[in-house]
Structures are given as C-alpha cells and as structure tokens.
C-alpha cells in the first residue's frame, strides 16, 4: 500500500508529511522510556525482517491481485509503539529513496498509513486489550488477527481519504472505497495470519520480548542474541531468496486504483512532482528491486504478464532485498543509538 506521487496533491503530501515528522518527534522522546542497548539491534533487525518481508507478494485468489505484509503490528507488537513507528518511518525511506518504492512527497502519507493506524491505533485499542487477560498463543492469534485487520482497513480508508483531499477526480470517493476496502480486507486477513505465527514463534522462544514491549519497559538482562541472530538469517533468507517467489499481480492499491481509473499509474501534474520525480530516479540505485538497466530493459520491451516466469529468479531482487535490509538495519540502529544517548545525557543532566 504504497502511495506513489501521483496520488496526492503538494498540500496533502506536505500536511502528512508535517504530521508524520511530529508523530515521529514524539515517538522519539516517549521511546527513550524503555529504550537501551538490547532494544537497538532488535530494532534493527525488526526493519531488515520487515523490509524484506514487504518484498514478498501474496496472490489474492479470483482477483488478480496481491498484497505483502505491512509490518507496523508485527513491529508494534514486538518493539512498543514508539519504537515500532520509527522503524516503520526508517523502512519506507530506505525503499522510497533508494528502491523508488513509494514517492517522496507521498512519504509521510505512506508512514502515517502503515505505520500509525497500527502503532497508535490498533495496538493500543485492540490487540492490547485482547491480550489484557494474559499473552499465551490463543489470545495472540485473535489479536493479531483482528488488529491487522482493523489497522490495514484504517490505512487503505485513509488512502483514499487522501486521494480525495487532493482532488484526484479519475479515483471517485465512492468507487475507489468499495474497490479498496474488499481488497485489504482479504490482505488484512493474511497479514494477520503471517503476524500471529511470527509473534507466537517468538513468544515461544522469549516471552520477556513481549511482555515487556506491552508495558513500555526495557529489555536489559533478557538474553535476546538467538532471537536477533534469528531474525538476522530470516531477513537474509526472505530477502535473498523467498523474493523470487513473490506474485506478479498488482497490489491491493495498485489494483484498485486500475479497476477505477482504468490504469494502474496515474499522470503526475507538472510542477513539484517532476521534481520529486527527478531527485528520485537519480537516487534510487536499484529502482523496483532491480538493476537499473534491466528496469530500461523492461521499459523500451516490456514484456507480456504470462511470459513472465515464477519463480522470477532474479540477482538483482536478491541484492536489493539484502542491501536494502542492511540498509534499514544500519538506519534503525543508528536512531536507536542516537535516542539512547540523549537519554543518558539527560538522565545525567537531572543527577
């Protein structure tokens, strides 16, 4: 569900992008109440697992679609919601800036999207109050299921909350909503499957993770090393390899948008998204999660859906899904360390 620039007028794109900045502010100070040394490499991981795992669509049967994990209650789950939204805010920049997956100016839209309605919505409203009576894997799967679900139709609805305010005429409010809510709801379901069984197999392994995560404490003196290691391969692996086996199908967004505009990308006005546009292909050093000259390839013979292979074996999707998992490791770990310090420096300014 990632918007591209097109969708979004320069005012709603600089609103979102003004509130996300804030959110993320906030989040930065309320983290620093449980964040330390063992949170930051969980933190980093938590990005590279999730930045691979979005690389990796799933086909929605009888519709021609597809959809991948979002991540915001996988993370919000695991890392607190401050810490979640700040690694959800690392992985899509990492992709729009460097993979060109999401626009620039519909950044903040696309991290308010995903990673709001999840951190600050469903986890605290839902999924907490689901698990209240006690975290053991029933009350984990219900709810991990029903705030997917909730957190990924808040996101798709806002979508076109969005596209409205900008005054996208060729996507009507009411069509683009009976288009995209369906569709994320299937999405929902299989995220909240995927999420469920990821936070049950850690649970398994280190129940503190969890527990700890609910009330906003630290994680110092649980022994977290197998679980990062863990998640550190399970990146690898998904990003490297499993990315082969992702549908070709267009995404729940991309999918919706075609069956009611009659194309699946937009024309971007002249202006500020050419701008956007040009400082986006300059940086983006493996565009769509691949080599730059297989994408002009693509682009001067494109070819036709059902000559596409499966699995698409592909070294450049591999090296994108490690690089850019590497990427968002060293980012999230960088602000972690960063946070960290300014709550040292703090906590020895009030000693």
């Known amino acids: 569900m990632h918007m591209a620039d097109a969708l979004i ?8 992008l003004a509130a996300t900045a804030g959110i993320a502010a906030y989040s930065a100070k309320k983290v620093q109440n449980d964040m330390d040394e063992s949170k930051i490499p969980l933190m980093g991981v938590m990005g590279a697992f999730v930045f691979a795992a979005q690389m990796i669509n799933f086909s929605i049967p009888g519709t021609g679609s597809s959809g991948h994990l979002g991540g915001g209650m996988l993370l919000a789950i ?8 700040l690694t959800m805010a690392s992985i899509l920049l990492i992709q729009a800036l460097f993979f060109g997956d999401g626009g620039l100016l519909a950044y903040g839209c696309n991290v308010f999207n995903l990673g709001f309605y ?12 689901l698990v209240r009576k006690g975290i053991n894997p029933k009350s984990i799967f219900v709810g991990s299921m029903v705030s997917s679900v909730v957190g990924l139709q808040l996101g798709a609805f806002s979508v076109v909350i969005q596209t409205l305010l900008s005054g996208k005429t060729e996507l009507p409010f009411g069509q683009f909503l009976l288009f995209m809510q369906p569709i994320h709801l299937a999405i929902g379901v299989i995220e909240g499957l995927a999420t469920a069984a990821i936070v049950i197999f850690i649970w398994k392994a280190r129940p503190e993770i969890l527990e700890r995560a609910a009330i906003g404490e630290t994680l110092r003196g649980v022994p977290i090393k197998k679980v990062v290691a863990g998640l550190a ?6 990003g490297g390899l499993l990315s082969w086996f992702g549908s070709a199908n267009p995404d729940g967004l991309e999918w919706s948008v075609e069956r009611v505009a009659g194309t699946a990308e937009l024309d971007p006005p002249n202006g500020i ?3 956007f546009s040009e400082i986006q292909s300059k940086i983006a050093f493996l565009p769509d999660y691949s080599f730059k000259a297989v994408q002009d390839e693509a682009k001067e013979q494109p ?5 596409k292979s499966w699995p698409l074996v592909d070294a450049g999707t591999s090296i994108s899904g490690i690089v850019g998992g590497a990427i ?8 972690g360390w960063i946070i960290n310090i300014s709550k040292k420096k703090k906590s020895k300014a009030v000693a």
């Open 9 to 16: 007028s320069p005012v709603v794109g600089g609103t979102m």
């Open 78 to 85: 695991l890392l607190g919601p401050y810490a979640g939204f």
């Open 118 to 129: 999840t951190c600050f919505v469903a986890y605290p409203f839902i999924y907490k109050k």
């Open 233 to 238: 391969v399970a990146a690898v692996v998904v």
């Open 273 to 275: 998204h050419n701008i």
């Open 303 to 307: 070819v036709a859906e059902g000559e």
């Open 328 to 335: 968002t490791l060293v980012l999230a770990v960088i602000l």
